[in-house]
């Protein structure tokens, strides 16, 4: 089976609006269900976590970078840093220790 | 007593003065999505579309991952479903935060760009949420998105692999950037974040799952984890 670009991009496109714009359109009042509010609650945790890690570790030229880029997001993140720094510090971090790798 | 008009305007020129710091941020973080869109054997126009469309950094990522992966169409959009699924709490969160009154279209365009960081700001503000202060923020924070990504798709291919190397993890740390500062308040995110991690690798690494698609396996571990956290850490109506 043959996949177009243009209609995952189209499907993509549809279910983002359509999880985004129904509950702002449709519901008028406060979601009641506990267990669906704390569902929800997690669901981003979850889903963000689970595609860090291990990833990050085969995304960069060696595992051993991309590891220290990810212990020196959480710092960064855990102390408050913005997204734009806390982005930036991985980054920073693979820059460096991959111009440090090969000579140890 | 201003009059709407000029409230609304003074409201989109907040939004822009806001929207600048977050435009950055995307410029950066959108760039490596255009390096794995470009890997993944998108064009830089389509994906310029996929940034100017859907407005997700998560959701795309993945969605880029089942493009990549030549995924089935279902799949494709069950994982943007899943991915996106806390735009759902955030535009929930934000009907009850808007004017009643509140137009079928202003409700729409807020909706369509309902992320992370425009979210948090236009329920920042006391009172309703205008919608024109959203609008100037995304008149700065969308072009920032769409052509970081793009930029990123052209560069991707250009840069030295030791600069891409370190511009892909760029994403990742956005990540950090949401589920870490509440982790560091509230234990048992910091626990179901540890244990994601761990839970991750083990479906990475063990064998009996590798006939499994990498989308799947998200998929599947953001239901059964987050099922099993509402179950087991029930949340106060209130805390949300």
Same mark, same amino acid.
């Given at each position: ?14 279910v ?89 | ?31 490596? *999505? /255009?390096?794995? =869109? ?8 389509? #994906?310029?579309?996929?940034? $100017? +469309? ?18 089935a169409?279902i799949e494709i959009a069950i994982m943007t479903f899943i ?67 793009? *930029? /990123?798709?052209? =560069? ?8 891409? #190397?370190?511009?892909?993890? $760029? +994403? ?43 989308g799947t396996?998200?998929i ?21």
């Amino acid at each position: 089976m043959t996949h177009n670009s243009y209609i995952y991009i189209l499907i993509m496109a549809v279910v983002t609006f359509a999880v985004r714009a129904l509950p702002i359109t449709l519901i008028r009042r406060q979601i009641k269900s506990r267990f669906l509010q704390s569902f929800l609650f997690y669901v981003p945790y979850v889903t963000l976590s689970v595609m860090t890690f291990p990833a990050i570790l085969n995304a960069t030229q060696s595992p051993i970078s991309g590891a220290l880029a990810l212990l020196a997001g959480i710092i960064a993140a855990w102390f408050g840093a913005s997204l734009f720094k806390v982005a930036v510090s991985c980054c920073a971090v693979v820059l460096i220790v991959e111009f440090i790798l090969p000579f140890i | 007593m201003q009059s709407t008009k000029e409230k609304n305007s003074t409201a989109f020129r907040d939004g822009i003065r806001d929207g600048i710091p977050i435009a950055l941020g995307y410029l950066a973080v959108s760039f490596s *999505l /255009g390096i794995a =869109a470009k890997n993944a054997g998108l064009s830089v126009f389509q #994906s310029f579309i996929v940034s $100017a +469309l859907c407005n997700a950094s998560a959701g795309e990522y993945a969605g880029i991952t089942l493009i990549a992966a030549k995924a089935a169409y279902i799949e494709i959009a069950i994982m943007t479903f899943i991915a996106n699924a806390r735009y759902m709490l955030m535009t929930c969160a934000l009907s009850q935060r808007i004017s009643p009154d509140t137009s079928l279209i202003h409700r729409m365009i807020m909706g369509f760009y309902t992320t992370d960081e425009l979210f948090a700001i236009s329920i920042s503000r006391p009172g309703y949420a205008n919608p024109f202060y959203m609008y100037g923020a995304v008149a700065v924070a969308a072009p920032g998105w769409a052509f970081g990504t793009a *930029l /990123g798709a052209i =560069a991707g291919s250009i840069l030295p692999l030791r600069l891409v #190397s370190a511009l892909s993890v $760029a +994403l990742y740390g956005m990540f950090l950037a949401v589920i870490i500062p509440p982790a560091r308040k509230n234990k048992i995110i910091a626990g179901i974040i540890i244990f994601c991690f761990a839970a991750s690798y083990a479906a990475a690494s063990l064998p009996i799952f590798s006939g499994i698609s990498e989308g799947t396996k998200t998929i599947i571990l953001t239901v059964v984890i987050s099922t099993a956290a509402a179950v087991l850490f029930p949340r106060n109506i209130e805390e949300v």
